[in-house]
């Protein structure tokens, strides 16, 4: 089975600055995708960003970029000028791109990341 | 449009009690999925459902039974509930297997 590895329980940035999330993954697909979440105090599943593992191009969204190693499996989210509004729990996420699987597209989740803003 | 809508957003159950969770979607969704967050843990699938009138198991079943009453709703039912279920769940849905999924805003549960 796959799993989803976030070895940072807790990280804080100041205001303005930039923070890197650390997650690491384990499968033996060569096709699939992997996102980072976010969870804000709502609990609202809110999706950040999303990458396709055959784009070799690391995906980007605004303040939010991520580093894609697949040989490596790691897949890191790095937020830039970093806003009290990004104070939030941030999950890494995989999904398998066989849509033929029984895994019928289910997410496999790591543990998240509480991210901390200080003004 | 609502996108995923579920209740209720808070619950409190004793021990032995039991309860449905609902969950509707009205996006014309093909799948859909209920998951269960822990504190300290990222979300874990409980029972999935590929389209109306099917359903399989997910990763921690036990204590669950899911009902797919027709496109729209995915209801999870807790006929005995015990403290380890105290947790959050979220439903979610997809139009298809190859679509990111869209999650409802989740239900707190508590057992006591």
């Known amino acids: 089975a796959q799993t989803v590895t976030q070895s940072q329980p807790e990280m804080s940035v100041q205001e303005a600055e930039t923070v890197t999330l650390s997650c690491t993954y384990d499968t033996s697909e060569s096709d699939y995708y992997l996102f980072w979440y976010k969870q804000p105090p709502s609990r609202q599943m809110i999706l950040v960003i999303r990458q396709e593992a055959y784009k070799q191009q690391n995906a980007t969204e605004n303040r939010f970029s991520v580093n894609f190693q697949k040989a490596a499996k790691s897949f890191s989210l790095k937020i830039s000028d970093s806003q009290l509004g990004d104070a939030a729990m941030y999950f890494c996420a995989y999904r398998s791109a066989d849509a033929r699987g029984s895994t019928l597209g289910r997410l496999y989740f790591g543990r998240g990341t509480q991210l901390t803003v200080w003004p | 449009n609502a996108g995923v809508t579920q209740t209720p957003k808070f619950q409190v159950l004793k021990t032995g009690q039991s309860m449905t969770l609902q969950c509707a979607q009205d996006m014309n969704h093909n799948s859909m999925y209920w998951y269960r967050q822990d504190p300290g843990m990222g979300l874990r699938l409980i029972y999935y459902s590929a389209s109306e009138g099917t359903t399989d198991k997910g990763e921690v079943p036990n204590g669950y039974n899911v009902s797919r009453l027709n496109k729209r709703e995915f209801s999870l039912r807790l006929e005995s509930a015990a403290p380890s279920q105290t947790s959050v769940y979220f439903c979610?849905?997809?139009?298809?297997?190859?679509?990111?999924?869209?999650f409802g805003p989740g239900t707190r549960l508590t057992v006591l």
């Open positions: 979610a849905s997809r139009v298809d297997r190859v679509r990111d999924p869209f």
